[in-house]
């Protein structure tokens, strides 16, 4: 794919200055009474009433209620088909780097544009103050186009580029007839090429291309009768659609299967997130809880690197990094589909930590593999009756890192002390654990924290966590070390005349990717000494 210099600028900035533009908008609502525009000739576009706009074949677009209310107190029309001047580049096998575009008024020629009806075919959209040609795009087409298993598939990008730029509500609008045009290119796929059904069609979009993905979805089963396979919403856009009427917004009944990645889900207002947290889909990932993604906090230095020096591009990923996370771990889950990325059904992101919520497909806790294996793992769970109600929305959690390959193993910790005489009389100690699991081929989990604050151990009790960690297929040795804290106030915490020690006597280690368990333990009973690496195996047990 050919790169060009895109429209983009600063999210959050662009964002300020959107919102900046709707309570203006809100201003001219209450003074005008309207925002809809007289007829106009030459953009061959017309008004039934003051409310309403009509688009020849792509139909008609009121701003009347669900479109106007009090979550979207101001609607614009969208602008016309010429203005908008949405572009569909195609990327197949033989050619990623130098496009052909769909021509809507030339049926024939998609013919000649090497879409193989009988692959799969994904159309890949941007959302606000973005273009068809960014970065972020190419990776993900080269990414499903070279690993498609069958290498039959092909990519579509829809590139709104001049309908993109401020104000944001009129870009709110605007993907209204750009999800309708979207539609009517997708059904001129399946007459020309002979398709049998769009199950094999997937559409992903970020954050406003989310919603237009939705548009879209609609715009087939309305005007053609026709549903698609798949959605895939990457962290929707938040402002104006939250708490909407699915009308609105993405949501389940848009494709057959509608999964959605949320990774900047902070309240808008308060704390600048860019995307929903709100569940829509048959299925929503919420990464790290959703919000606050690692690596995220890091210096813009790091993103300045990342990007061959590049100050735009750095300073943009660093203002943005939350809301573009979602197809950073989206293209990394293709392009790694060895490395786990299981999702586990949970009521919180609290809750998932706690450790309640670990075992795959036991007491209502589904596991789901994030991208594109999301939807046959979802159907699996019908199919074989373990999903007990497949209408009501479900929730998955998981833990990524704070650069690619993102994906991690989770691994449930339980800390068993010992409650024999010499534990007892040596009694409790306070400290931070460190867990790392090593397996075949001295491949390591990467050292994980056992809690973020030092915690009191005491002996016969026994402490679990959940951590993750680079994945290890099967876990051989763990490596405890205990970073002892004393108290140079507190006299016992004093540690003179020995080394500070805890009795460790077991460690059990669940492996949510594996559905499996081990139970290590340390050589004749050693106690765990401070800051040193304390090893626990299997055979080591009684």
Known sequence: MELGNTTGFLLQTMLYLANHEYNNSLINLIHNKTLSADSNQTTGEFSLAEDVRCYGVYGCFPITYPWVDEKRPVAYHPQSPKQVDVRFPVFVRSNTDHPKFIDINDPIGVRKLGINPRGRIYFITHGYIESGDRPWIQQMVNALIDNDPDGTASCVVIDWRKASNPPYTQCCANIRVIGAITAHVIYLLYEELGMRDLDKVHLLGHSLGSHLCGYAGYHLQKD???????????????????????????????????????????????????????????????????????????????????????????????????????????????????????????????????????????????????????????????????????????????????????????????????????????????????????????????????????????????????????????????????????????????????????????????????????????????????????????????
């Open 224 to 542: 053609f009768g026709l549903k698609l396979g798949r959605i895939t919403g990457l962290d929707p856009a938040e402002p104006l659609f939250s708490d909407t009427d699915p009308l609105v917004r993405l949501d389940r009944s848009d494709a057959k299967f509608v999964d959605v990645i949320h990774t900047d889900g902070s309240e808008w207002v308060s704390k600048g997130g860019l995307g929903m947290y709100q569940p829509i889909g048959h299925v929503d990932f919420y990464p790290n809880g959703g919000y606050n993604q690692p690596g995220c906090s890091d210096p813009m230095t790091k993103f300045i690197r990342k990007h061959d020096e590049s100050f735009f591009w750095g300073f943009q990923e660093f203002f943005g990094c939350n809301h573009l996370r979602c197809h950073q771990v989206f293209t990394d889950s293709v392009l790694n589909p060895r490395c786990p990325f299981v999702a586990i059904g949970c009521s919180s992101y609290a809750q998932f930590l706690r450790g309640e919520c670990f075992e795959c497909d036991r007491d209502g806790h589904y596991c789901i593999d994030l991208g594109l294996k999301a939807q046959s793992s979802y159907e699996r769970l019908i199919e074989n009756r373990i999903l007990v109600n497949p209408n009501a929305p479900l929730s998955v959690y998981m833990i990524t890192g704070d650069d690619s390959p993102y994906c991690r193993s989770h691994y449930r910790v339980t800390l068993s002390l010992s409650s024999e005489d010499e534990s007892l009389i040596h009694g409790g100690e306070i400290g931070k654990m460190t867990v790392e699991v090593h397996g075949e081929g001295n491949v390591r989990s990467g050292k994980m924290d056992f809690s973020k604050d030092p915690v009191y151990f005491e002996p016969g009790g026994n402490y679990s966590a959940i951590m993750a960690g680079t994945h290890v297929a099967k876990p051989l040795r763990v490596l405890l070390t205990w970073a002892y804290r004393t108290n140079p106030l507190n006299p016992l915490t004093w540690r003179l005349l020995a080394a500070p020690r805890v009795y460790v006597q077991e460690i059990r280690l669940q492996l949510m990717e594996l559905r499996s368990s081990i139970r290590v333990c340390p050589l004749n009973k050693a106690p765990v000494i401070a800051d040193q690496e304390n090893e626990f195996k299997t055979e080591y047990c009684t």
